[in-house]
């Protein structure tokens, strides 16, 4: 036991090596908020744009764009993607590594969130445009003040996942030399030489960060569920 302490002691403790992981931690969770934030964002509009064309055939174009676009992201790997725009795209250029964190897994989480929504829209019976014809209101209108709406409940559970997975995309960051959670644990192990401890650190991190979000997304669940019952 004590020789165990020792270790802790020696890995974490000795000259704040601590610090690492709760430095990496807030960076890890600064690219996961905001790239949520791009992800739904991007996603929300993809959905509409492939819904519309699906249901009006209007949007020819920009159906054709996102295609492309959900194409390439779906097809690739976020870590890939992650390098060619840090390596290639703003090769030139200096920037934040963390907003180029930020760009990577939100384009990359925008193509998963599109899909979810869309499907969402789908599902919706047709009965509800016809609803909002019957009250006046423009195709717009209806997408904007009927049918998203219901959609976003419909597939809420679903986009929360997304969240939780996106979170632990995140740990490829490093890849860009970006000192996130994951590339903090391996700083420690580089100078430690002890593998064990911080590696097991960064890991029971991600899963109490991952098993609080998913008890939200159940509670979530459940009250959907209540809802939809009353």
Known sequence: MDEFLQKLHDTFIVDNRWQYLTNGLKT???????????????????????ATHDKTGRL??????????????????????????????????RIDKTLVGILAFGINSGAYVAEIVRSGIMSIDNGQFEAGA??????????????????????????????????????VAGYIALEDLTKGGDIIRSVTYEAFLPLIAVALIYLIIVVGLSSLVGRLERRLKKSDRG
């Not at 790239?35 to 744009?49: N, S, W």
């Not at 996102?66 to 030139?92: C, D, E, H, N």
């Not at 997408?143 to 995309?169: D, G, H, S, T």
């Open 60 to 93: 020819k174009i920009l159906n054709f764009i996102s295609k492309i676009y959900l194409t390439v992201i779906r097809g690739t790997p976020v870590m890939v993607q992650l390098l060619i725009i840090y390596y290639v795209i703003f090769a030139s250029v």
């Open 28 to 50: 890890t969770l600064i690219i996961t908020l905001f790239a949520v934030m791009i992800g739904m964002l991007l996603g929300f509009l993809v959905a509409v744009i492939r």
């Open 134 to 171: 019957s009250l006046g209101l423009n195709y717009t209108k209806t997408m904007l003040y009927i049918i998203i709406p219901q959609a976003f409940k419909n597939v809420l559970p679903a986009l929360a996942n997304e969240c939780i997975v996106l979170l632990k995309e995140t740990s």
